[in-house]
């Protein structure tokens, strides 16, 4: 059957031809779903066992300079009420994750210049000499090489930044002009050259994404080689020029991370709040199609509704820091531990 074929494939070369990955989505069943899924759990639990990482989330900004269509904190929306958190408030959500177990921390924002490299160095290495045994990863978009550099050598370790398409007519679509596809990968080199483990990804189901800009997501993903993949769905914002698109659905997103998880066998893989937000147990089904990494809130409270990307983006539940016992239940339930472990990629 061509579709054990392919499975088997991605499970032994961790690779699949641009139109065997075509005939696979485009041919997905609830039997299909479930022989991948199982092969991608396993891959993970032969990697990682029954561990799943944690990351303590930290929202410290929505301004944010760029427009992106489908960005509930594009610059253009008017109606959000925007925030910045200070060097203070910051090393306060360390301290409480910290308390929680967290030896992770994102430091996730819009594109907000208030933030000169100086004072986001300053921030990185107070964290690093308070906490040597905690990993510190970014998420701040785009920089110049010199930018990136100084904040790594002030201690950062990890980038996220995702390609959010690999096709760059698709990405014209998403983005005004004054963004492209080539400056994204362009910034994703610099940071694997200067040394960061690094995330690329995608948003699945996002406006005008056709399967085949899917498949090339997936190609671009394996040939970049990154540490870490952050694969969402596409869920619309009341308050952008997609308000009224579709969002993508949790049935393909979860397909779309257990390939992910065959063709980079030791990629570190969230369950993404976005999927946490389609559906109640996302995260579960993430875990359970290959994923091993949860991204929980450390947001201080009085921010987190201002951080909508999307609409009904969960903001106080099981996706909190706070939540840690609840989160451990549901995936203890499942067969899982959640680790109080840097959870570093292992070549
Ligand atoms: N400004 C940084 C950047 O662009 O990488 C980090 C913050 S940005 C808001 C983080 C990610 O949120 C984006 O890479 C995008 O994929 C995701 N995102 C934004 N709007 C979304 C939406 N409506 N639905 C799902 N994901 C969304």
Redesign the pocket.
Known sequence: MRAIDIIDSLYKKQEASREDLLWLIENRSTDISQALFERAAAVARAHFGNKIYVRGLIEMTNY?R?D?Y????RRSNAAAQRYRLTEEDIMQCCEAGYGLGFRTFVL????DMYYTDDMMAEIISAIRTKYPDCAITL????KTRESYQRLYDAGANRY???H?TATPEHYAKLHPAELSLASRIECLRSLKEIGYQVGC???VG?PYQTLDNIVSDLLFIKSFAPQMV?M??????HD?P?AHEKA?TAELTLFLLAIVRLMNPKVLLPATT?LGTIEDNGRELGVLAGCNVVMPNLSPLSVRKKYM??DNKISTGDEAAEARASLEKRMRAIGYEVVTERGDYQD
């Open positions: 944010c760029n992106c489908y960005c509930g904190i996730q924002g819009g594109e998420s701040l978009g785009e996220l930044l995702r959010e990804g995608s948003m996002s952050g969402g769905p596409f869920i619309p914002h952008t997609f993508g976005a990307l999307y």
